[in-house]
């Protein structure tokens, strides 16, 4: 059942575990994510990006995943995020169509301007009972930045406190090390900074914190930061890969197949095995 983040996260802070949010793109992704939910007992985030809603349409897309969470989840809480907000309109659309929780991402521009526009955000959605996630620190691809320019762009624990009074947003996205994009899966994986994530976490202890760029991350590192305030972990790009080269292979291995419901079942039950993996991973699985 569509649930508000709130009552999610309220819940993984009163029984240790943390919420995974995983980006869904179209029908198959979505049956995979809610199969895994209710195959795991998982409370979890669904959410889309902007770029979803260009592709499948905003009001498909939602209601795609208000149904498919009727139907197939049953009593497992879920909740619908926009992932990467850029622009108040998205905000605005978003908020109107259902959403419990947005992301408005103005980690581009300077300090000042990022809390001007941010805060405009959160002030809208407060008024219509919705939370916000602001960014602070700016996550890059790694073709997008060297590892100097990287710890540049790391969240520096003073703003954040500074960046959360003054938006009053109810989660934040950080910038430890963490970056984005399928480059770092084939030239490996950068450390995360746990000693700033830990400082970031005592400066602003009440805020739950996010992180993305998570795919690839091994299990142990993922683990680490869970003790230093990271209450939801984003993945969207491991699941990408897992549902494309499933389906790669399908295509090679079965060139018999015509019909897309066969072609596209192999890689929707594996992108259901990886999710399900993960919700293990946080702690989330078998807490309904």
């Known amino acids: 059942m569509l649930t508000h983040i709130s009552e999610l996260l309220a819940d993984a802070k009163q029984n240790s575990?943390?919420?995974?949010?995983?980006?869904?793109?179209?029908?198959?992704?979505?049956?995979?994510?809610?199969?895994?939910?209710?195959?795991?007992?998982?409370?979890?985030?669904?959410?889309?990006?902007?770029?979803?809603?260009?592709?499948g349409g905003l009001k498909t897309m939602t209601a795609m995943i208000e149904t498919m969470v009727r139907d197939e989840a049953g009593n497992i809480?879920?909740?619908?995020?926009?992932?990467h907000g850029r622009s108040f309109r998205s905000v605005a659309e978003c908020i109107a169509a259902g959403f419990s929780s947005i992301m408005i991402d103005n980690s581009d521009v300077?300090?000042?301007?990022?809390?001007?526009?941010?805060?405009?955000?959160?002030?809208?959605?407060?008024k219509k009972d919705v939370w916000v996630q602001g960014e602070l620190g700016?996550?890059?691809?790694?073709?997008?930045?060297?590892?100097?320019?990287?710890?540049?762009?790391?969240?520096?624990?003073?703003?954040?406190?500074?960046?959360?009074?003054?938006?009053?947003?109810?989660t934040l996205a950080v910038a430890v090390g963490n970056v984005h994009g399928i480059v770092k899966l084939k030239k490996g994986l950068p450390k995360l900074n746990i000693a700033r994530l830990r400082e970031i976490n005592q400066s602003i202890p009440n805020t739950p914190l996010?992180?993305?760029?998570?795919?690839?991350?091994?299990?142990?590192?993922?683990k680490e930061t869970f003790t230093y305030g990271i209450k939801i972990v984003n993945l969207n790009t491991e699941l990408k890969l897992e549902f494309t080269n499933s389906l790669r292979d399908a295509l090679i291995a079965h060139q018999e197949y015509y019909d897309v419901r066969d072609i596209l079942k192999g890689p929707t039950d594996a992108l259901q095995r990886v999710v399900e993996e993960k919700l293990a991973l946080f702690g989330s699985a078998h807490r309904v």
């Not at 941010?118 to 809208?124: A, D, I, L, M």
């Open 77 to 83: 809480p879920i909740a619908l995020h926009l992932d």
């Open 210 to 222: 996010v992180l993305h760029g998570a795919s690839g991350l091994q299990a142990d590192q993922v």
């Open 138 to 170: 700016v996550v890059k691809g790694l073709e997008e930045a060297s590892p100097d320019d990287r710890e540049k762009f790391m969240t520096d624990p003073a703003e954040a406190k500074q960046f959360v009074e003054e938006t009053e947003v109810d």
């Open 110 to 126: 300077p300090f000042k301007e990022n809390v001007i526009l941010t805060r405009q955000s959160v002030e809208y959605a407060h």
């Open 17 to 55: 575990y943390i919420l995974g949010a995983f980006n869904v793109d179209n029908l198959e992704t979505t049956i995979a994510v809610v199969r895994a939910a209710e195959a795991q007992k998982s409370p979890l985030i669904v959410q889309i990006s902007e770029r979803t809603i260009k592709y």
